[in-house]
């Protein structure tokens, strides 16, 4: 290959007795690779200066390295204009990742303030070279229909930090921590993770000396995160998270990840220059005309997602992760950033999108968008493309002001039931474009929406202004955790509410990792820099809140069996909703739905080849009696009770209470289904 290099592949690529290097910068002057020992060493082992007519080619830097490989250290140093008004911050200094690498090595001594010096880069973090070869054992991506989808969003260090958790301290919080609890993961039913960002992140972008806890602050976008390593090895990381991935999928569980491709942790212009930042600021962001930068993310900086060379690292990384890495989708976060363009306005048609989209790579991949970004944009229903399925804020919003009683909500929920074709029936795609939620990482957990009316965010150091003020919450008499019996009672029954009607809708359910066990947050409802017991899984409260979890563990079970759900994953929404022989909405009388706007309750009878479904939300302060349609000669059958304690909440067909009469009292606050015949699951 000869000291010159080749353009690509880019990154750090073993070839032969060397490495072959590769970076992207069109307005640098000079490109120089620096070498590394040790993570903490401030003195690079060597300089390599880059020549500019032999090593350069169409603004790629490029060259080989003979007699290193695998476990190398290195870094980039850029010389250019530093001309912030026009966009360039070069500056013969700063250490940077290399985009495409895919290990990152941190070290100790690392602050995000401190400004490293062209003496010192003992406490910038390196890039490390990564070699081919992993035995994936067979190994491939599951490829579920979205249909028979269940997703379980959390978090890979916080699922198992907690003490409490049983699993031994050298691998508390670690990809191989999470694969001691992948059983808990089967038993409750769910088929896919979601996991919270992995990309290595700079956990010190965080107030004070808070951590940064969820890792919505990349600095790789083909790193996993080295600190999640039982080893603390950026280079160990990557086999590491291949080996959770691997059990995973034997377990039957698909791997999701969150992904940031709209921001990075460099931040404003008061930030660290950590990589894109010094390679060529304006490629990589939006800025405008001063040279100011875009700040859609609410992070500080926006990413350009559609110029041509960010478009490639973004569909590279992507692909990084589904060949190399074997995870199942992806879920998309603020994805209404991607539709941008370099001046920030909105695209008709997204270039990046597209790309997505019809990717042969990704052809088979979850694709999830969070549909709208900080500056108002929002996508919900109108999201690009067909792959691409929505987190559907408009479900949470309406199921959670309907069960708090709020006025003008019954129609929306019904809405929300079937999938809310009011917002995608105009969509020739499944019912699943719907992902259905009532809480996620990103506000309070559902123990604490029924038990905090207001945030309670001053352990952020934000004076409690940051997070969302509309919550659509309750606290039900108490603010925080009561020793009121009633009050205690209603809360649970409220959060059986919220599980049952997330489960039972058409779309794709999306649960919250800890609400199974009424984990609490105290009220936070940002706890994104809460690297603490405020935001791990408390291992202790899975026995204490056992029978909630059974009772989510019913309703998953019971999921499968439902008329609404037994369809194909190709059909429509609207071919689904047409499928069934009767969809009718009834009130307290049979064919009578009271849609006014004072109106708290709702009943859905669903009839298909294969049974009978009776669905009666009684959202109102007071007891309710409901008549009830004829079942056929099989009976009804109570299979859900809210308002009943474990384990009559939920009862399989053979146990289910039978409901001969033509009516049924349904309690304040509670859901009832009744079934006249299910298949088997």
């Given at each position: 290959?000869?000291?010159?290099?080749?353009?690509?592949?880019?990154?750090?690529?073993?070839?032969?007795?060397?490495?072959?290097?590769?970076?992207f910068?069109e307005?640098?002057?000079?490109?120089?690779?620096?070498l590394?020992?040790a993570?903490?060493?401030?003195?690079?082992?060597?300089?390599v200066?880059?020549?500019?007519?032999?090593?350069?080619?169409?603004?790629?830097?490029h060259?080989?390295?003979?007699d290193?490989?695998?476990?190398?250290?290195?870094?980039?140093?850029?010389?250019?204009?530093?001309?912030?008004?026009?966009?360039?911050?070069?500056?013969?200094?700063?250490?940077?990742?290399?985009?495409?690498?895919?290990?990152?090595?941190n070290?100790?001594?690392?602050?995000?303030?401190?400004?490293?010096?062209?003496?010192d880069?003992s406490?910038?973090?390196?890039?490390?070279?990564?070699?081919?070869?992993?035995?994936?054992?067979?190994?491939?991506?599951?490829?579920?229909?979205?249909?028979?989808?269940?997703?379980?969003?959390?978090?890979?260090a916080?699922?198992?930090?907690?003490?409490?958790?049983?699993?031994?301290?050298?691998?508390?919080?670690?990809?191989?921590?999470?694969?001691?609890?992948?059983?808990?993961?089967?038993?409750?039913?769910?088929?896919?993770?979601?996991?919270?960002?992995?990309?290595?992140?700079?956990?010190?972008?965080?107030?004070?000396?808070?951590?940064?806890?969820?890792?919505?602050?990349?600095?790789?976008?083909?790193?996993?995160?080295?600190?999640?390593?039982?080893?603390?090895?950026?280079?160990?990381?990557?086999?590491?998270?291949?080996?959770?991935?691997?059990?995973?999928?034997?377990?039957?569980?698909?791997?999701?990840?969150?992904?940031?491709?709209?921001?990075?942790?460099?931040?404003?212009?008061?930030?660290?220059?950590?990589?894109?930042r010094?390679?060529?600021?304006?490629?990589?962001?939006?800025?405008?005309?001063?040279?100011?930068?875009?700040?859609?993310?609410?992070?500080?900086?926006?990413?350009?997602?559609?110029?041509?060379?960010?478009?490639?690292?973004?569909?590279?990384?992507?692909?990084?992760?589904?060949?190399?890495?074997?995870?199942?989708?992806?879920?998309?976060?603020?994805?209404?950033?991607?539709?941008?363009?370099?001046?920030?306005?909105?695209?008709?048609?997204?270039?990046?999108?597209?790309?997505?989209?019809?990717?042969?790579?990704?052809?088979?991949?979850?694709?999830?968008?969070?549909?709208?970004?900080?500056?108002?944009?929002?996508?919900?229903?109108?999201?690009?493309?067909?792959h691409?399925?929505?987190?559907?804020g408009?479900?949470?919003?309406?199921v959670?002001?309907?069960?708090?009683?709020?006025?003008?909500?019954?129609?929306?929920?019904?809405?929300?039931?079937?999938?809310?074709?009011?917002?995608?029936?105009?969509?020739?795609?499944?019912?699943?474009?719907?992902?259905?939620?009532?809480t996620?990482?990103?506000?309070?957990?559902?123990?604490?929406?029924?038990?905090?009316?207001?945030?309670?965010?001053?352990?952020?150091?934000?004076?409690?202004?940051?997070?969302?003020?509309?919550?659509?919450?309750?606290?039900?008499?108490?603010?925080?955790?009561?020793?009121?019996?009633?009050?205690?009672?209603?809360?649970?029954?409220?959060?059986?509410?919220?599980?049952?009607?997330?489960?039972?809708?058409?779309?794709?359910?999306?649960?919250?990792?800890?609400?199974?066990?009424?984990?609490?947050?105290?009220?936070?409802?940002?706890?994104?820099?809460?690297?603490?017991?405020?935001?791990?899984?408390?291992?202790?409260?899975?026995?204490?809140h056992?029978?909630?979890?059974?009772?989510?563990?019913?309703?998953?079970?019971?999921?499968?069996?439902?008329?609404?759900?037994?369809?194909?994953?190709?059909?429509?929404?609207?071919?689904?909703?047409?499928?069934?022989?009767?969809?009718?909405?009834?009130?307290?009388?049979?064919?009578?739905?009271?849609?006014?706007?004072?109106s708290?309750?709702?009943?859905?009878?669903?009839?298909?080849?294969?049974?009978?479904?009776?669905?009666?939300?009684?959202?109102?302060?007071?007891?309710?009696?409901?008549?009830?349609?004829?079942?056929?000669?099989?009976?009804?059958?109570?299979?859900?009770?809210?308002?009943?304690?474990?384990?009559?909440?939920?009862?399989?067909?053979?146990?289910?209470?039978?409901?001969?009469?033509?009516?049924?009292?349904?309690?304040?606050?509670?859901v009832?289904?009744?079934?006249?015949?299910?298949?088997?699951?």
């Open positions: 290959m000869g000291e010159h290099g080749a353009s690509y592949p880019l990154g750090a690529s073993v070839r032969g007795s060397g490495v072959n290097f590769s970076v910068s307005h640098a002057d000079a490109v120089e690779l620096l590394f020992d993570p903490g060493d401030a003195a690079p082992s060597r300089v200066e880059l020549d500019h007519d032999t090593q350069e080619t169409a603004h790629y830097w060259c080989f390295i003979e290193i490989g695998p476990g190398q250290l290195y870094g980039w140093r850029t010389y250019g204009p530093f001309e912030p008004s026009i966009g360039h911050r070069f500056d013969g200094v700063s250490l940077l990742l290399d985009p495409y690498t895919r290990a990152v090595a070290t100790a001594h690392y602050q995000r303030a401190r400004r490293p010096t062209a003496n880069y406490a910038s973090m390196k890039s490390v070279v990564h070699g081919d070869g992993y035995d994936w054992q067979g190994d491939a991506p599951l490829a579920r229909p979205f249909s028979q989808t269940v997703i379980y969003e959390m978090h890979v916080g699922f198992t930090k907690h003490p409490s958790s049983g699993v031994e301290d050298g691998i508390r919080g670690t990809y191989r921590g999470l694969i001691e609890k992948i059983p808990y993961l089967v038993d409750l039913g769910v088929t896919a993770v979601e996991l919270l960002p992995v990309f290595q992140f700079d956990a010190r972008d965080a107030p004070g000396k808070l951590d940064n806890y969820w890792g919505y602050s990349p600095i790789s976008f083909f790193a996993p995160h080295g600190a999640h390593s039982a080893s603390g090895d950026g280079l160990a990381a990557v086999d590491e998270f291949r080996d959770m991935v691997r059990a995973l999928h034997s377990a039957g569980l698909e791997v999701i990840l969150d992904v940031v491709y709209n921001h990075t942790a460099e931040g404003d212009h008061r930030g660290p220059t950590q990589s894109l010094g390679l060529d600021n304006q490629t990589y962001y939006i800025l405008d005309a001063k040279g100011r930068y875009a700040n859609y993310s609410g992070c500080g900086n926006t990413v350009n997602a559609n110029a041509a060379v960010v478009r490639r690292l973004i569909l590279d990384s992507l692909r990084y992760w589904v060949r190399e890495m074997h995870v199942d989708g992806f879920r998309f976060d603020l994805a209404s950033i991607l539709a941008r363009d370099s001046d920030g306005e909105p695209m008709s048609s997204p270039p990046l999108l597209w790309d997505i989209e019809t990717d042969p790579v990704l052809a088979r991949t979850k694709l999830i968008a969070e549909a709208w970004d900080a500056a108002g944009l929002y996508q919900v229903g109108d999201f690009f493309g067909h691409y399925k929505e987190w559907n408009k479900f949470r919003d309406d959670r002001g309907f069960f708090r009683g709020d006025n003008g909500t019954v129609r929306q929920v019904a809405q929300r039931v079937i999938g809310s074709p009011d917002v995608y029936g105009h969509r020739d795609g499944s019912p699943e474009r719907s992902v259905n939620f009532v996620s990482h990103d506000g309070f957990t559902m123990n604490d929406l029924v038990s905090y009316s207001t945030k309670h965010n001053a352990a952020n150091g934000e004076g409690n202004r940051d997070g969302d003020n509309h919550n659509l919450s309750a606290n039900y008499g108490e603010e925080g955790p009561s020793s009121d019996p009633a009050i205690e009672r209603l809360r649970e029954q409220q959060i059986r509410n919220f599980f049952t009607i997330t489960l039972v809708s058409l779309g794709a359910p999306m649960l919250l990792m800890g609400d199974e066990i009424r984990r609490t947050q105290h009220g936070n409802n940002n706890a994104y820099c809460q690297d603490n017991e405020t935001s791990w899984f408390d291992w202790s409260q899975v026995e204490t056992g029978g909630l979890r059974r009772f989510v563990r019913e309703l998953i079970r019971l999921r499968r069996s439902l008329v609404m759900h037994q369809h194909r994953g190709d059909r429509t929404l609207r071919s689904v909703l047409k499928s069934a022989t009767v969809l009718q909405w009834h009130g307290t009388q049979l064919g009578r739905p009271d849609w006014a706007g004072h708290h309750s709702i009943a859905m009878e669903s009839r298909g080849p294969s049974g009978v479904f009776y669905l009666i939300m009684n959202a109102f302060s007071g007891s309710l009696t409901f008549e009830l349609p004829d079942p056929g000669p099989a009976g009804w059958r109570r299979l859900v009770d809210t308002s009943c304690a474990s384990p009559a909440d939920i009862c399989n067909w053979a146990d289910a209470p039978v409901v001969t009469a033509s009516s049924l009292e349904v309690p304040a606050h509670s009832t289904i009744l079934a006249a015949a299910i298949s088997p699951t």
